[in-house]
Nanobody, 119 residues
Framework: VQLQASGGGLVQAGGSLRLSCAAS????????MGWYRQAPGKQRELVAT???????NVADSVKGRFTISRDNAKMTVYLQMNSLAPDDTAVYYC??????????????WGQGTLVTVSS
């Protein structure tokens, strides 16, 4: 599975950005896609994930501001980020989880896209 993320950039506090991540390759058994982020000096953390059955998991810190969605036909996951704050500054990583016939899961990561929010 290959993941191509795009959409990062520089935005002022209160602004919006939309991240996109397109999956390609062996996508037939992708069970979940989502976004993580890593701020300077901090560990990578979950932002939001969306399963193939439509279940979402969204970090408390972004609830009500960020929305995750998915276009199954395009095998693309989106992260709409509104009301951005300087604390949202981080490298955002796209993630896909594939589950094989034995229910073993495999995680794949995109290259990361930088989001910088200025105050």
């Amino acid at each position: 599975v290959q993941l191509q993320a795009s959409g990062g950039g520089l935005v002022q506090a209160g602004g919006s950005l939309r991240l996109s991540c397109a999956a390609s390759g062996d996508i037939s058994r992708i069970s979940r896609m989502g976004w993580y982020r890593q701020a300077p000096g901090k560990q990578r953390e979950l932002v939001a994930t969306l399963t193939s059955s439509g279940n979402t998991n969204v970090a408390d810190s972004v609830k009500g501001r960020f929305t995750i969605s998915r276009d199954n036909a395009k095998m693309t996951v989106y992260l709409q980020m509104n009301s951005l704050a300087p604390d949202d500054t981080a490298v955002y990583y796209c993630n896909a989880q594939r589950t094989d016939w034995s229910r073993t899961t495999y995680d794949y990561w995109g290259q990361g896209t930088l989001v910088t929010v200025s105050s």
